[in-house]
């Protein structure tokens, strides 16, 4: 066995090419090799990696969220998620998801600042019929009473798909498009909402489709607790009063809490929601659809992108 794997070369190589320095490549690695201690953070896990990664994040940074403890770099959840600004989701309606793992010509492109709305990661680049793997999710596995399955998130395109599957064997396979698809469509039956994640620090790009619940994921947690990690989809939810007969099933299926049910009808809180898009499915009657919500940015539409 070489005492350097291909992938880490590879993941070393392209964040070359991407124009990253040595410690922002760095801070992928741990963020690639260690996923489940580095996620695991987030759930007050791991202390000591905390002490490891601290002096990557302030030298790669500029600021400092962290000061040392008894037991590690003990501080509140919003502070210690402060390096996030770096790491985000774009809650995506399970069409487009799908449309993603079932690209059949190549994209490379920076996305607008009107979808994605951060500085420094928003590039989509995938090869034709990119390379997928699934994997545990990092932060499932690392909370207390995981949902399940584990296997909920999809890592799309080298070399971060290679890298994960070369790196966590037992956490993860590979599959096809159509294997994806399903995976996609049973989280979204159980209610989860499906997330295209970006990171500076993986050639500040695209990476992963992850089907999140507010119980287990980190970067929720995170967006309650003040770090904006996480941005809407483009869309609001829309309830046809007329045709709504308030049974609360959407209140039950909403992750970020932003129905509820007045008059026997059900009400969208504007300012929570993310267009996800899972009440929709949840609905009974149909009474709720998606429209169009500028002032909440604009959607990835795959179908323009390709």
């Known amino acids: 066995m070489p005492l350097i794997k291909q992938s880490t070369k590879d993941f070393w190589r392209k964040g070359r090419e991407s124009g990253l320095g040595f410690w922002q490549i760095l801070h992928g690695y741990v963020y690639g090799r260690w996923a489940y201690h580095y996620i695991g953070m987030a759930h007050d896990k791991h202390k000591w990696l905390q002490i490891l ?11 400092a969220p962290f000061r040392p403890g008894k037991k ?10 402060t390096f996030a600004d770096t790491y985000h989701g774009k809650a995506v309606p399970l069409e487009e998801a799908i449309k993603l793992v079932h690209l059949d010509r190549p994209v490379d492109t ?4 009107q979808v994605v709305p951060y500085s420094r990661a928003r590039r989509l680049v ?7 793997v699934v994997m545990d999710c990092p932060c499932r ?16 395109g ?6 994960v599957l070369e790196h966590h064997p037992d956490k993860s396979r590979e599959i096809d498009a159509n294997e994806a698809e399903s995976i996609l469509k049973a989280c ?3 209610g989860n ?5 970006f990171k500076d620090v993986i050639m500040g790009r695209f990476y992963a489709l992850c089907n999140c619940c507010s119980c287990c994921c980190g970067a929720m947690k995170a967006q309650r607790a003040g770090c904006t990690m996480l941005c809407s989809s483009g869309y609001l939810a829309a309830v046809d009063e007329e045709t709504c007969v308030g049974c609360g099933q959407c209140v039950q299926y909403c992750q970020f809490k932003a129905i509820t049910i007045r008059e026997r009808t059900a009400v969208i809180r504007e300012n929570r929601c993310m267009g996800c898009g899972v009440c929709v499915s949840k609905c009974p009657k149909d009474a709720l659809s998606l429209n169009l919500a500028p002032e909440k940015g604009a959607p990835l539409k795959v179908d323009e992108l390709a």
């Open 53 to 63: 990664v601290a002096p990557i994040l302030l030298l790669y940074n500029r600021h």
């Open 72 to 81: 590690g770099y003990d501080v509140p959840l919003d502070k210690r998620l």
């Open 110 to 113: 920076e996305l607008p600042e």
């Open 126 to 132: 995938l090869e034709s019929k990119a390379r997928i």
């Open 141 to 156: 596995t690392t909370a207390k009473n995981p949902c399940l399955p584990l296997d909920v998130c999809l890592i799309i």
């Open 158 to 163: 080298d070399p971060m798909a290679s890298f």
């Open 188 to 190: 979204n039956a159980r």
């Open 193 to 197: 909402v499906t997330h295209a994640f």
